[in-house]
């Protein structure tokens, strides 16, 4: 039931009939290797050096390490297994899919040649925490698949399996006050794999997630989202049959693992929906949603680890048990620090939904220079999944002996389900090399790891330890 089906007005598939000259270059290329036929690629060289990994252990990661800037993560294929022994690496783009700003795509502060410059990841992660709502342009973007075309006028929203009378809705129907009423929501987004590059400094995992998203401190974002909640959808169906426990939520999109085509799917329990913490929106910051966050529908998951909030949302089921599909089974997994190459079964993971309390400082920046007069300013995020929010911040200039409170006044709006941007004037004297980090408390009490290795995980998911950035002072 994972694969993709066909309907009408919706497009999910590549269209190479488009590529002939292509098509054939790739097939030739591919005949060297068991890979499906990409529709469109190019060859990209790869940094010889990488700063990030060394030693015999990463050598096999060496060249994919590169992907992460260079690549974006909305290609569709990428030899990986061959990466090793490869000076370059192919990249295939899906056809159509809309541009991207630089802002939306790229996170991560990996400084080699062909990645950002300095300056332009400085503006970028400026841009990032200059307003508590980010704006559609610069909300950041995952994807595991293409970008699916669908007709408005010939979408419906499918919604079936344990429910007491499956429907069709359209968006004229799903938009219609007298049958539902609208709900909106200032809501954040964080990838589960925000910061997952201080867990590859420590040690990659089974090295996947360095091509898939290497982020760094930008993969979150606050939206205003407007939709119905799950909740009134499936009460318009009759409501769930008994057993019922999960809804099922599918996507149009496409996306290839281990050589088979499948659907983006993944479940969400039935007691998230009944609090109405699951929305199902057609609006982003009062803009119809962009292609690239799931036109015409998407759901949003309040404090879950963004992977569950479903976008270009077709079909909507449900279930017993949680999804069997692979996204939800086998993806989104949390490791013990004690589990690795030799012990990592699918079966010792917890699949992760609440997202943990979490921090970022996003200026200055790791390596940073700064001259000041005993005094430097601060400036980052924080953010509570699970329904909690952030309390307090708190900033150490000397690697975590002395922490400073943000005052309140300095922090941005509490909306319960979104981050908080916040900044603070330090007092600081010495000179040299100094560890300034950041630790946030939630509104359950809950705070930080210290040590990015005391929650390392195998998947390298939901990085959660006190972001630490190293500055050299001149006073
Ligand atoms: N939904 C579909 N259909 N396909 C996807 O690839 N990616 C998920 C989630 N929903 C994804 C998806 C992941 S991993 C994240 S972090 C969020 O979408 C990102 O949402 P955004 O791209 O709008 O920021
Ligand atoms: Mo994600």
């Known amino acids: ?35 499906p036929d990409p529709p469109e690629f190019q060859f ?36 990986k297994e061959k990466a090793a022994d490869m000076t370059h690496v192919l990249q295939f783009p899906y056809n159509g899919e809309p541009p991207r700003s630089k802002s939306a795509g790229v996170h991560h502060p990996c400084r080699e040649k062909n990645a950002l410059s300095n300056q332009e990841l400085r503006y970028i992660q400026d841009r990032l925490v200059s307003t508590e709502i980010t704006r559609n342009e610069d909300f950041f973007v995952r994807n595991h698949g293409g970008v699916p075309e669908i007709d408005p006028e010939k979408y419906y929203l499918e919604i ?32 589960s794999g925000t910061r997952r590059l201080e867990q590859i400094h420590q040690y990659p995992g089974d090295g996947d997630e360095l091509i898939n998203a290497p982020w760094a401190e930008g993969a979150i974002g606050a939206a205003r ?15 769930l049959k008994d057993d019922a426990m999960h809804i099922e939520l599918f996507g149009a999109d496409t996306y290839f693992k281990k050589g088979k085509v499948y659907n983006y799917v ?87 939904q609440d997202m943990p309390v979490s921090s970022a400082i996003i200026s200055p920046k790791d390596m940073d220079v700064i001259t000041h007069d005993g005094k430097v300013k601060l400036k980052g995020w924080a953010y509570s999944g699970g329904g909690h929010w952030p309390i307090r911040v708190e900033v150490s200039p000397d690697g975590g002996a002395i922490w400073y409170e943000v005052p309140t006044e300095n922090m941005s709006t509490k909306y319960y389900y979104a981050w908080r941007l916040w900044e603070i004037e330090l007092p600081l004297d010495p000179e040299g090399w100094l560890e300034f980090c950041v630790r946030t408390w939630d509104s359950a009490l809950n705070t930080q790891p210290t040590y990015v290795r005391s929650a390392w995980n195998w998947d390298l998911h939901v990085t959660s330890s006190c972001h630490r950035i190293k500055i050299y002072s001149i006073n």
């Not at 999910?12 to 000259?21: F, L, N, R, T």
């Not at 790869?46 to 030693?55: E, H, M, Q, S, V």
């Not at 609090?275 to 199902?280: D, G, R, S, T, Y």
């Not at 799931?294 to 949302?313: H, M, T």
């Open 225 to 239: 989202w407007t939709g119905v909640s799950l909740k009134k959808v499936i009460k318009y169906c009759g409501g």
């Open 266 to 352: 993944v479940s969400v329990p039935w007691r998230k929906v009944k609090i109405n913490e699951v929305l199902l929106a057609w609006e982003m910051n009062g803009e119809p949603l962009p292609k690239l966050h799931g036109f015409p529908l998407r759901a949003v998951v309040f404090g879950y680890i963004g992977a569950r909030s479903c976008k270009w949302l077709y079909k909507i089921r449900g279930i017993k048990d949680p999804s069997e599909a692979p996204v939800q089974r086998k993806e989104y997994l949390y490791y013990t620090p004690q589990i690795g190459k030799q012990n990592a079964l699918y079966s010792n993971g917890f699949s992760i």
């Open 44 to 79: 990209v060289p790869l940094p010889k050096t990488n700063p990030i990994l060394t030693g015999e252990r990463f050598k096999q990661y060496h060249y994919a390490t590169g992907l992460g800037h260079l690549v974006d993560i909305s290609w569709q294929y990428v030899l």
């Open 1 to 35: 039931p994972y694969f993709e089906e066909e309907r009408e007005g919706w497009k999910g598939y590549i269209e190479w009939e488009k590529h002939p000259e292509k098509k054939k270059q790739v097939e030739e290329v591919l005949k060297q290797y068991d890979f």
């Open 160 to 191: 079936e399996g344990l429910v007491k009378n499956p429907q069709r809705l359209t968006l004229k129907d799903l938009q219609d006050e007298s049958k539902f009423p609208r709900q909106t929501n200032v809501v954040s987004l964080q990838c």
